[in-house]
């Protein structure tokens, strides 16, 4: 199975077009949030499932503010991330998500690439894809994530840059 996971488009979706097309064909496309509008569109060029959640800058939006899902064997929590102090650093989500009892907490908000890997059973994977349209970290080089369960489910997680 394999998942793209991206954030922070801006309605600016010419690097998620390139995205696709450079990753191939989809089982699930993840959108962290902040999609500004572009929700139809995203919907259309994944040919595949999508899940989106609303981001601080989605104002009039109907996407839902947070989802909770399943990949595979993990439980999956996606939210924006604002609401949760991710400048700031993990603590807060980490938290947030054990309450929510998920393996992988999927979030954007700061236009930075970061993945943290459970290391164990019940540990809990953080990442942020980063923006893949206005990226904010050390050589601001739009970034995603691919995510690939392979036979026995484990999953791997790739972080890319265009």
């Not at 989500?93 to 309450?99: D, K, L, M, Q, T």
Request: aromatic share 8%.
């Amino acid at each position: 199975m394999r998942i793209l996971i991206v954030s922070d488009t801006h309605r600016r979706d010419g690097n998620l077009t390139c995205t696709l097309q450079k990753t191939g064909p989809l089982d699930l496309l993840i959108h962290c949030g902040d999609v500004e509008g572009s929700e139809a569109f995203i919907r259309q060029a994944a040919g595949c499932p999508v899940y989106m959640v609303a981001g601080n800058n989605d104002f009039f939006s109907g996407l839902p503010k947070e989802e909770v899902f399943a990949i595979g064997d993990y439980r999956v929590w996606l939210t924006h991330g604002h609401r949760y102090g991710v400048y700031m650093g993990s603590a807060t989500i980490r938290e947030a998500a054990a309450a929510r009892k998920v393996d992988i907490v999927m979030h954007g908000h700061t236009h930075c690439p970061h993945l943290e890997i459970g290391k164990s059973r019940g540990d809990i994977t953080v990442l942020n894809p980063g923006s893949i349209s206005y990226p904010r970290q050390e050589g601001r080089r739009p970034s995603y994530i691919l995510m690939e369960l392979d036979r026995e489910g484990k999953a791997h997680y790739h972080l890319n840059f265009l």
